[in-house]
């Protein structure tokens, strides 16, 4: 929530901030399960009074703050924040026997065997601000990890570097770690550099991210195969310039897995999944 908060005080500012966010495809476990469903359904519903973290509300905010500044017809939510998944997707030349069980489990399989795609699974925690500060580690970026104390009655305890290095962007200086160790990531997740890369905060390289990112879940998505550039994809969600989330067309469910992206309402605990 504070990182839309700060988007908004920018764009009330007339200034630009972009924010590049990348989340597993689904939680840990079988994303058709009543526990994974639970969590993407608040991870991206509307239930403001309760869920305000959430990709909508944050996308929300963000058209609110577009449309109080005037600059709904050139601008858009997505170009100041974007969500990204990693997914990877191998040729057949590779041959495996198919699973002919007609378990969903087995049938999942069967079908990431036939099309030979599969996401990448992120667990890593790590922020990068301004190419200047950098956070790594095992420790959640939330309060309750990193406070190094009991929170509410919890103990959350993980390792964490972090490291604040100026940034100097002049021609003749030497390479800056936070920004290398960037664009190192940049090159191995969207497989190709370009010159707006250097300036992630600019409307230009972040609609050049998306378009890759665009183009990789396309890829991704289709029964023919196609080599994608790097693994980065566009998280399969759509939302018009009022921050409103719906699923991309004919993409309710994640391939081959039925899992569905916007997940769905259980009669789990919420205190279980949130």
Not at 85 to 112: D, I, M, V, Y
Not at 184 to 211: I, Y
Not at 222 to 246: C, W
Request: include cysteine; aromatic fraction near 10%; proline fraction near 4%.
């Amino acid at each position: 929530m504070e990182l839309a908060l700060k988007i908004c005080s920018k764009i009330s500012a007339y200034e630009h901030l972009c924010v590049y966010i990348v989340i597993p495809m689904w939680q840990e476990g079988v994303p058709s399960s009543a526990a994974v469903q639970e969590i993407l359904f608040w991870q991206k519903r509307e239930r403001l009074e309760q869920y305000g973290q959430t990709m909508s509300m944050m996308y929300q905010i963000i058209g609110q703050a577009i449309n109080k500044a005037g600059l709904a017809d050139t601008h858009h939510p997505q170009d100041y924040l974007n969500f990204y998944c990693l997914g990877k997707c191998e040729s057949s030349s590779t041959k495996s026997p198919l699973q002919t069980c007609n378990s969903s489990e087995n049938r999942a399989l069967g079908l990431a065997q036939k099309y030979r795609r599969f996401m990448i699974y992120v667990h890593a925690k790590g922020m990068i601000v301004d190419d200047e500060y950098v956070l790594m580690g095992s420790a959640n970026i939330n309060q309750r990890s990193l406070d190094g104390s009991t929170f509410k009655g919890y103990r959350d305890c993980h390792g964490r570097l972090s490291a604040n290095i100026h940034m100097v962007r002049e021609e003749d200086s030497s390479p800056q770690p936070v920004y290398g160790y960037r664009m190192s990531l940049w090159a191995e997740h969207l497989g190709v550099l370009e010159d707006c890369f250097c300036q992630p905060e600019t409307l230009e390289c972040m609609r050049k991210v998306n378009s890759i990112a665009k183009t990789n879940w396309q890829i991704y998505a289709a029964e023919e195969y196609k080599e994608m550039t790097g693994h980065l994809m566009q998280y399969p969600i759509q939302l018009n310039k009022d921050g409103k989330v719906t699923t991309l067309p004919d993409h309710e469910c994640f391939p081959d897995v039925s899992g569905k992206v916007l997940g769905s309402s259980t009669n789990l605990p919420d205190a279980l999944t949130t």
